[in-house]
């Protein structure tokens, strides 16, 4: 057996793991910031699974504003901590500043997957209609695009039906993802 016989199926772990609960934590950042009605089962399934950490961070960690920054902070951590776990089985030359730079890239690589796949399940569930005509994640993920899709569909040309706005707003989180990944993760 070679000695890294073990260090992809660990990184995948890693990279698994670390990804769905800091898309959770990432979740409810959005959930600030989107304001969703607080007793929404999937809001409820989200407070509930990130609870104990965010409520520990709040003791040393006040808001500001509105924005709870022990979540924030929270979501930074995790991300620093997937780095650093995911530099041991390779072999990288690790400091500091690049831990903190690759953190900041993965968070911001994650609101971009976020924003994606929403306006994709969107998409989708404009298409489909449930048989009793709700959907518990329609209004959160509505209202989580709309501050994006509708300044596009401002300025879009009358389509006849046609909405164009999840096109746009796709190419353009794509567009945004490649212009600031490779500026935050340049090399000193």
Same mark, same amino acid.
């Given at each position: 057996?070679?000695?890294?016989?073990?260090?992809?199926?660990?990184?995948?772990? $890693?990279?698994?793991?670390?990804?769905?609960?800091?898309?959770?934590?990432?979740?409810?950042? $959005?959930?600030? &910031?989107?304001? &969703?009605?607080?007793?929404?089962?999937?809001?409820?399934? $989200?407070?509930?699974?990130?609870?104990?950490?965010?409520?520990?961070?709040?003791?040393?960690?006040?808001?500001?504003?509105?924005?709870?920054?022990?979540?924030?902070?929270?979501?930074?951590?995790?991300?620093?901590?997937?780095?650093?776990?995911?530099?041991?089985?390779?072999?990288?030359?690790?400091?500091?500043?690049?831990?903190?730079?690759?953190?900041?890239?993965? $968070?911001?690589?994650?609101?971009?997957?976020?924003?994606?796949?929403?306006?994709?399940?969107?998409?989708?569930?404009?298409?489909?209609?449930?048989?009793?005509?709700?959907?518990?994640?329609?209004?959160?993920?509505?209202?989580?695009?709309?501050?994006?899709?509708?300044?596009?569909?401002?300025?879009?040309?009358?389509?006849?039906?046609?909405?164009?706005?999840?096109?746009?707003?796709?190419?353009?989180?794509?567009?945004?993802?490649?212009?600031?990944?490779?500026?935050?993760?340049?090399?000193?």
């Amino acid at each position: 057996m070679p000695s890294g016989y073990f260090s992809q199926p660990i990184l995948f772990l $890693i990279e698994v793991l670390f990804g769905l609960y800091m898309g959770l934590i990432a979740l409810r950042i $959005i959930m600030q &910031w989107a304001q &969703w009605e607080y007793h929404n089962p999937l809001v409820q399934i $989200i407070i509930k699974v990130t609870q104990l950490p965010v409520k520990f961070l709040r003791q040393f960690i006040p808001a500001l504003g509105r924005w709870d920054m022990a979540t924030i902070v929270l979501l930074l951590l995790l991300a620093v901590i997937k780095i650093v776990l995911i530099s041991l089985f390779q072999p990288i030359n690790i400091t500091p500043l690049l831990v903190i730079q690759l953190a900041i890239a993965d $968070i911001f690589s994650l609101f971009i997957m976020l924003f994606s796949a929403s306006i994709i399940i969107q998409v989708i569930l404009s298409w489909v209609q449930p048989h009793n005509g709700y959907n518990p994640i329609t209004p959160l993920i509505s209202r989580m695009n709309n501050p994006i899709l509708r300044p596009i569909r401002r300025i879009l040309p009358d389509m006849g039906g046609l909405d164009l706005s999840p096109l746009i707003a796709l190419l353009g989180l794509q567009l945004l993802s490649m212009m600031i990944l490779p500026l935050i993760t340049v090399q000193f």
